[in-house]
Structures are given as structure tokens and as C-alpha cells.
């Protein structure tokens, strides 16, 4: 696993030394992205008081900071297993002693550490732009691995679809749409209905929870809310495992992993 993880940590350095102008260009894009709804959100809270309107920049810059890992964990699986279909080296890497599933987590782990880099100069221009206080706590890091082990378990079903159906569309999109959605609004204040609909997916409760920590809104964390980020990722993780390697042996013996 250490093996794997490094081979492809070396060569998603390699990528970023190769291609900077592409890595300067996504970082751009996000920050664009961002500061277009900030703007947009900020100029429906005029006349609030200074304290809410640094508590919600606080959120936002949270809430997108989760929304930029959580895209990129959520499309890597899918995306890269395209790749490999697409160049033909699908097969061959799958015929090798390790797993898929230890693969495509190698190729997960090191995406997230290469991005861990390069969200520090983007949580930089975001504060620096919006001015927000933020508290980095402990917990906000443990809140944070639940969140991406259930982003996980998600990009693992896509993974599967991908192994069978080849081609996904814009299902990794939609998903992406729904996490910037969540990430730059408070999932509290939405209706009762769309709150019940979107705690079902692991990144509302945890980015939920991390605008609370963030804005210091503590008084209204309990141990359920801990609890039931946990159950809710653990149910992703095995799920998506199981359909992972469930699309894998399918994919196998109706000979699709041949196909390009």
C-alpha cells in the first residue's frame, strides 16, 4: 500500500511540475467560483450586524474549502479509471497482485495529500478576501477524515458504475453541483424537507458540523450529531466497497476491462 501510494504521489507531483499553468489555472478557477457566490450571498446580508456577517463568511469559507476536497475526492475514482480505459492500461493494471480496490485508495490518499498542498494558498486568498475569523479545532480534522471516508465510499460507487457502464455523463457533476450547494449555504437554515434529503448524504452532516466548529457555534454539538456522522460514513464505506468489488467481478467476467 506504501509502494502504491508513493509511485502515485510521485507521479501526481510529476503532473503538477509538468503542467503549471493547468494547476495555477484550476486554483483560479476555484477562487473565481467562490468569489462569485460570496459576492452574490453578501450582498443579500446587508444591514445584518457585523457578528452575523463574519459568522457566515466564516461558514462559506468552510463549507468551500469542504466542497474543493470534496470534488476532487468524489471524481478521482471515476475519473482515473476513465483515463485508464481511454489509453488502454486498465487491464493491465488490474492484473496486478494488488487489488483495485488498494489502487484506486493509493490513488485517492495521494490526490488528497497533493491538494492538502494547494489548498492552503486557496484558504489564504479565501480569508484574506472575506476577512473571516476562523478557529481551527482538533475536532474540525476528525470531523473533516469522516467527511472525506464517506466522500469515498461515494466516489467508489461511481468508480463501479464506471467499471460496468464505461461512461457515467455527468453523474460525478451533479454530485459536485449538490456539494457546492451544501458547502456554501447552511444546511440548518434549508427547508425541513431538502435537510432531510441532503443529511443523507455524508458531506451535508459533516460540513454541517464543521461550519458549527469553525464559527464556534459549539453550545449546539452533541454526541449524536458525532454519532450519526459516523454510522452515516461507515454505511458509504461499506457500500461502496461492496459495489466496488461487485463492479470489478462483474466487469471481469463479462470481459469488460478488454474494452476501450
Not at 473565481?32 to 459576492?39: D, E, P, S, V
Not at 497482485?97 to 490518499?109: C, K, M
Not at 447552511?186 to 464543521?210: C, D, H, K, Y
Not at 458525532?226 to 470489478?248: K, R
Amino acid at each position: 500500500m506504501w509502494t502504491l501510494y508513493a509511485a502515485e504521489l510521485h507521479r501526481r507531483v510529476r503532473l503538477v511540475k509538468r503542467y503549471p499553468v493547468q494547476t495555477c489555472a484550476d486554483l483560479l478557477s476555484f477562487y473565481l467560483i467562490f468569489l462569485g457566490l460570496h459576492l452574490a450571498v453578501s450582498s443579500m446580508v446587508r444591514g445584518v450586524d457585523p457578528a452575523g456577517v463574519a459568522a457566515v463568511a466564516s461558514a462559506q469559507v468552510v463549507g468551500f474549502l469542504a466542497f474543493y476536497f470534496g470534488a476532487m475526492g468524489l471524481s478521482v475514482v471515476e475519473s482515473q479509471l476513465y483515463a485508464e480505459m481511454s489509453h488502454g492500461t486498465l487491464e493491465q493494471a488490474l492484473l496486478s497482485p494488488h487489488s483495485a480496490l488498494v489502487i484506486v485508495l493509493s490513488r485517492f490518499l495521494a490526490t488528497l495529500t497533493v491538494e492538502a498542498v494547494f489548498s492552503v494558498p486557496l484558504m489564504l486568498l479565501l480569508v484574506a478576501t472575506t476577512a473571516a475569523p476562523i478557529s481551527f479545532t482538533p475536532l474540525m480534522l476528525i470531523v473533516f477524515v469522516l467527511l472525506m471516508l464517506g466522500v469515498f465510499g461515494l466516489a467508489l460507487v461511481l468508480g463501479g458504475l464506471t467499471l460496468i457502464f464505461k461512461r457515467v455523463g455527468q453523474l460525478p457533476f451533479i454530485f459536485q453541483i449538490v456539494f457546492l450547494g451544501l458547502g456554501m449555504s447552511s444546511p440548518g437554515n434549508l427547508p425541513e424537507t431538502v435537510q432531510r434529503m441532503s443529511m443523507a448524504l455524508p458531506f451535508a452532516r459533516g460540513v454541517s458540523l464543521l461550519q458549527e466548529l469553525a464559527t464556534g457555534a459549539t453550545d449546539r454539538l452533541g454526541w449524536s450529531d458525532m454519532s450519526l456522522l459516523v454510522l452515516s460514513t461507515a454505511a458509504y464505506l461499506v457500500v461502496g466497497t461492496a459495489f466496488f468489488v461487485w463492479a470489478e467481478r462483474v466487469a471481469k467476467d463479462r470481459g469488460l476491462i478488454a474494452r476501450y
